[in-house]
């Protein structure tokens, strides 16, 4: 006897990076920042009061919002705090989306968005990415066509780290009748250089949510907090009826709006990892791997001939090196590595120049 809803009982679920037990693992495979908060953060950490435990957190997070609100020159109103990026992809399907109503996606993207929209009950509509991984011409015609109400696009894209220009987003919002949700998880680590920032056309597009974390740029995916950027219009029905009453808790709020208040410090570690993912790029590409080009903190990296990227996945792991292996169309031999620190990367590098003899 099961009380499962049908889907659910039919789901297989989300399943996330293995976290090791031991501290001697070298964790490449869930894409966490390899350097720790900033001091500022942690020594908020250490002044949470009793008191502010004891009651219940800001509902709406102002504090927390007017940061994110000011960093990027947006309003409160433009910002809604989630407990994770994940809350906000939850919240966006179930404020835009009826249930049963599809759900647009390309393939392959970040593998939780089918979860969401299976959970919802609702089919996937799938194009698959161009050779680049970019989104091809026709995205926005083709999920029109399909009656999707909320495309999700991951931007800098994931697994492959390509990133989709400002410009090619603003036409996809134009164009797109429904929602479009850029998942910008990665995007502290694109290069400045690039001077990529789409935050100013939250302002000009009605239906544009950005998904921001700082469970990657700024160390913290064990607090568990991120914000969606958008319209007032679109933030307002998440914020005040789908949220939950206390989504972010007090501990988070505090140490998130800190950390925002310190960027400077945390993009620091955002110019390290841009310098290790060219090293380690390049060294992967001597080994034998074909690499693209990343504008994140991982790399996608393609076996080289008579190598299995499934079979190098298992032997890193029993050596301690974890890296994540996603199989299925695009990426059977490819394997996903998060650039660690420098000496991380380096017992990566020394164990795949013993596992690849020919190399
Ligand atoms: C593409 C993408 N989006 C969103 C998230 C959500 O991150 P979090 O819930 O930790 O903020 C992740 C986490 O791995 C991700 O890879």
Redesign the pocket.
């Known amino acids: 006897m099961t009380y499962e809803r049908t889907n659910i009982a039919a789901m297989q679920g989300y399943v996330p990076g293995k976290q090791p037990e031991s501290s001697d693992t070298i964790k490449l495979n869930?894409?966490e920042n390899p350097y720790p908060p900033c001091a500022a953060v942690m020594a908020a950490l250490l002044q949470v009061s009793a008191d502010s435990l004891r009651r219940y957190p800001p509902p709406s997070a102002d504090g927390l919002r007017d940061a994110a609100a000011k960093l990027h020159g947006l309003t409160r109103e433009q910002v809604i705090a989630?407990?994770?990026?994940?809350?906000?992809?939850r919240l966006a399907v179930t404020t835009f989306v009826e249930p049963g109503a599809p759900i647009g996606m390309l393939e392959p993207?970040?593998s939780?968005y089918p979860v969401l929209a299976e959970l919802h009950g609702s089919p996937v509509v799938r194009v698959e990415a161009d050779q680049d991984f970019l989104p091809p011409a026709d995205l926005a015609a083709r999920m029109n066509a399909a009656g999707v109400r909320l495309l999700l696009l991951?931007n800098p894209h994931?697994p492959s780290g390509r990133l989709t220009p400002a410009a090619r987003i603003a036409d996809l919002a134009r164009a797109f009748s429904g929602v479009l949700l850029v998942?910008e998880?990665?995007v502290d680590f694109v290069d400045p250089k690039l001077g990529h920032d789409v935050t100013a056309l939250v302002s000009q597009f009605d239906n544009l949510l950005l998904?921001r974390?700082?469970?990657?740029g700024y160390g913290l995916?064990g607090l568990?907090?991120?914000y969606g950027l958008g319209a007032a219009t679109l933030v307002s029905p998440m914020l005040w009826k789908s949220r939950d009453s206390y989504n972010v808790d007090a501990i988070a709020q505090r140490l998130a709006t800190v950390a925002l208040q310190h960027s400077a410090q945390a993009s620091e570690t955002w110019r390290l990892v841009r310098i290790e993912r060219e090293r380690v790029q390049q060294a992967l590409c001597a080994l034998g791997f074909q690499v693209g080009n990343s504008q994140t903190n991982f790399v996608l990296a393609y076996a080289p001939s008579g190598a299995q990227a499934r079979r190098l996945q298992s032997e890193l792991e029993q050596r301690g090196v974890l890296v994540r292996y996603f199989g299925g169309p695009r990426l059977d031999d490819a394997l996903r590595i998060t650039i660690g620190t420098p000496e991380q990367n380096d017992r990566l590098l020394a164990n795949l120049r013993e596992l690849l003899p020919a190399a």
């Open positions: 869930t894409n989630v407990n994770g990026g994940d809350e906000l992809l993207s970040y939780l991951v994931a998942d998880a990665y998904l974390t700082l469970s990657k995916a568990r907090v991120g």
